[in-house]
């Protein structure tokens, strides 16, 4: 299976207060943590929502403002229309990862997410034009939405911690070495 790689960044970062796909961790933005990570699974790396100096960026489909299925949206088009069979998406918040995260989500089929975390997915990139579809006609632009439409599984996936708040930053230098979230 060929996958492409997909980093969800274009969003406001409301609850942070500034960008949190910037915010450094252990000496490297939260962006290129996630962006590691998929690349040990991924044929390919795609972001979109923003730029970056050294990922392919794509503009979110089909326009920008749809949260994050407008991004998954561009990385399932350019994944269909560039000879890829899927999207592995995760947030750019997300720097603990689990190593295996390609290989826990494909035993689910060829569509799911992460139980708790539904911008993680695996996304068959025949999904493209249906997505498409539910953006044009759904005003529900919810992750958990979408997968409901494309018959996604969710996946119970341990060790994801997801950045929101400065306070999530501090507390994340804790779970980069191991994948896991800090003991409360």
């Known amino acids: 299976m060929k996958v492409l790689g997909a980093i969800l960044a274009g969003g406001a970062s409301r609850r942070f207060g500034s960008d ?3 915010a450094m961790l252990d000496g490297r933005k939260l962006i290129d943590h996630v962006a590691d990570t998929l690349r ?4 390919a790396l795609v972001i979109c929502g923003r730029t970056h100096s050294q990922i392919r960026h794509l503009d979110d489909r089909p326009a920008a403002g ?3 299925l407008g991004g998954l949206c561009a990385a399932l088009t350019h994944g269909r229309d560039t000879g890829f069979d899927a999207v ?22 060829p569509a799911s997410y992460a139980a708790d975390h539904p911008v993680i997915g695996l996304w068959s990139c025949a999904l493209a034009d249906r997505l498409q ?11 958990r ?3 409901r439409v494309a018959g996604a599984a969710p996946v119970p996936v341990a060790g ?14 804790r779970i980069e070495a191991v994948g896991n979230p800090p003991e409360a």
């Open 160 to 173: 994801i911690f997801n950045i929101n708040t400065p306070e999530d930053l501090a507390g994340a230098g």
């Open 133 to 143: 579809a539910h953006l044009a006609q759904s005003a529900d632009r919810s992750m």
């Open 145 to 147: 939405a979408w997968a």
């Open 66 to 68: 749809l949260g994050p």
């Open 40 to 43: 040990r699974d991924c044929d």
């Open 88 to 109: 592995l998406s995760a947030p750019c918040d997300t720097p603990g990862l689990p190593h295996d995260l390609l290989a826990i989500l494909s035993l689910a089929g």
């Open 20 to 22: 949190k796909a910037e």
